[in-house]
């Protein structure tokens, strides 16, 4: 029974250890969870998986509502409102002087919506107030710069009314508005900024309404002195009457008079003009909700946390949250698309290719990253850091193309030199030299190398071949005459043996001794060697030669030892085998010894 006991409880904690891994139980996501905590010094944010745990469930697409607003001004109590919570179960709601929330705060079961026919979880964040005791301002600018992105709907929750640094604190917000406002309007939606909603919480509500009050502090300061701090807030006054159709100003009376006792009050305990306007609150906040849309699609929960983490990651970089770090971001795909529409434009090439063609591609997939980038990228102002970066990265691969171009080049005119000096090379050495034959060679040398040698490295190897060809020129006219001379007295003397001793024939044998007693004798002793060259009968032995060695059809030099072999065979057989068949005929026309001729005595003898 030990034994049995004790491996029940073995498989009891297994189940238990499985169950701790998988997916958290509905019931547990019923609360808060954190997803963005300060770091120690209250500089900067990190992410909390507590909170991204929760989130990374969500198959569906996501819409989220921010509160944002000064501390101790109710926003965790209203957003408890919004999700009908009371205040022991959502979102926790501090009495005392600090600040309850730190960092950001998520509700771990998302609110189900219908949003123009599609399925949207709505997830409410609670964030740090602002101007807390013990924060830098860094910190505050980055907690309302991470709520506003990362918003479908934000919720400005202001006391009584709007205040001079609330305007000054949206400066981010009307960046965001006009780098990326402009794509919403086009087919391409790419990342929609928040629909501001401007939640004011007064005790009076006669006069007028929260829309004037918005409207008249949007208006402009007079500024007669030209104050800097006054111009900027003029400015982002401007850009928010511009943006009037993406925001909504509310207002909402006090729920009751005693503040600290609220959450322990029931609907019917507090204010009906409260509650009424509550309900009007939900219904307004549902009717601006929509899906958050980042690139022109919208995100699930696992897109969603890394959408958080690369804003993160980009309002962390610097010293202040900045608009151009975000832009940065979201042009980051879109430069390596352009990127990679120039590279594939250029790789298209073949290398080595022509300089003035190499640049003529350049500027045409330059001209159409650059045309890609217009119609995709993100921002109008902050836009040009990121042009910047697109035509730093395209000089480069440039850069890249035109010392690879350079190599190419190199090597195949090297290689074409190479094969081309070779050539002239063998052509010195030609066992019957032919001018014509070499003068052949060198024209389709020249030609193949001024075809295939193409790029920046073909003007320096054409000097090259140039010197090459016409010191290869000067050296084989120089010896081809000698070669010549030498390979006509040769001649004369071959001759002078063939027609001794092959075909006896002595006209062909004095003829060729005449030759070769002119050409030792006469020639040197008359004829210097300039002389001989330039005479008009020196032509026409060159010119009988090269009929003889080098035609189209019959290169000698290449067959001359094959038909000498020939000959040699030819000549041969000739002389052992074709005059004895001439002896033989010759004997048969003889008169024949017979008896006849013994028997007549009286016949006179022919000695």
């Keep these: 029974m030990g034994r ?51 989130i990374r469930r969500i198959e569906t697409p996501i819409a989220v509502v921010g509160v944002i607003g000064p501390y101790r001004s109710g926003k965790s109590f209203l957003l408890n409102q919004l999700l009908s919570l009371s205040c022991d179960k ?59 992105v990362l918003s479908s709907v934000l919720i400005y929750n202001l006391p009584e009314t709007v205040r001079e640094a609330d305007i000054s604190r949206l400066s981010f917000a009307v960046e965001i508005a006009e780098e990326f406002y402009g794509r919403v309007k086009g087919q391409d939606v790419a990342f929609e900024p928040a629909k501001l909603l401007w939640l004011i919480q007064r005790d009076f509500l006669q006069g007028k309404s929260v829309q004037q009050m918005v409207n008249e502090a949007l208006q402009r300061v007079p500024n007669e002195s030209g104050d800097k701090y006054i111009d900027e807030v003029n400015q982002i006054r401007d850009s928010l009457a511009v943006m009037g159709n993406n925001s909504t100003a509310f207002s909402l009376p006090q729920p009751h008079l005693q ?28 009717s601006i909700i929509k899906p958050k849309i980042v690139q022109g699609k919208t995100l699930n929960g696992k897109e969603f946390v890394s959408f958080l983490q690369q804003i993160l990651d980009a309002l962390n970089k610097g010293e202040i949250p900045s608009t151009g770090s975000l832009v940065e971001i979201f042009n980051k795909a879109i430069l390596e698309r352009c990127l990679k529409v120039y590279r594939e434009k250029m790789d298209g090439l073949g290398l080595p290719v022509p300089v003035d063609r190499l640049q003529q591609i350049h500027e045409g997939a330059n001209e159409q990253a650059r045309m890609l980038f217009d119609k995709q990228h993100f921002g109008k102002h902050h836009a040009s850091q990121s042009i910047l970066q697109l035509d730093d990265e395209i000089k480069k691969v440039y850069r890249n193309f035109l010392l690879a171009n350079e190599y190419q080049s190199s090597k195949l005119c090297e290689a074409r030199f190479s094969e081309c000096e070779d050539k002239m090379d063998h052509l010195q050495v030609l066992k019957l030299p032919s001018m014509a034959k070499f003068n052949a060679g060198f024209v389709h040398c020249n030609r193949s190398f001024v075809r295939d040698c193409v790029g920046p490295a073909k ?59 002119f050409l030792e004798t006469y020639t040197r002793m008359f004829w210097s060697a300039e002389s001989l060259y330039y005479n008009p009968a020196w032509h026409i032995i060159v010119s009988s030669w090269e ?52 028997k007549n005595p009286t016949r006179p003898r022919s000695d």
């Design 4 to 54: 049995w006991a004790a491996g029940i409880c073995a498989v009891a904690l297994v189940w238990l250890a499985a169950a701790a891994k998988g997916d958290p139980e509905p019931d547990e996501l019923e609360r808060a969870f954190p997803i963005v905590e300060p770091d120690y010094g209250h500089t900067k944010l990190r992410l909390s998986q507590q909170g991204l745990d929760a």
């Design 90 to 148: 959502g979102f926790g709601v501090g009495h005392m002087r600090d600040t309850k929330t730190k960092g950001i705060w998520v509700w771990g079961t998302p609110v189900e919506m219908d949003v123009d026919g599609s399925k949207v979880s709505v997830l409410y964040l609670d964030t740090e107030g602002f101007e807390s005791v013990g924060k830098s301002n860094v910190y505050d600018d980055r907690i309302f710069a991470l709520a506003t």
């Design 259 to 286: 503040r600290t006792k609220l959450c322990d009050m029931d609907d019917n305990e507090l204010d009906p003009l409260y509650v009424k306007r509550r309900d009007q609150l939900k219904q307004v906040v549902a």
């Design 459 to 517: 003007e320096s190897y054409e000097r090259r071949m140039s010197k090459m060809l016409a010191k290869s020129r000067a050296l084989f006219i120089k010896e081809y005459n000698n070669k010549l001379f030498n390979w006509l007295v040769t001649f004369s003397l071959v001759m002078v043996v063939i027609g001794r001793f092959v075909i006896k024939f002595f006209l062909l044998e004095i003829v060729a001794w005449v030759m070769f007693i």
């Design 547 to 598: 009929t003889i060695v080098y035609s189209p059809i019959l290169d000698l030099d290449r067959w001359a030892i094959p038909i000498a072999v020939l000959l040699s065979f030819w000549l041969l057989y000739w002389r052992c085998f074709g005059g004895r068949r001439k002896r033989g005929s010759r004997s048969s026309v003889l008169p024949l010894y017979n008896k006849s001729s013994h």
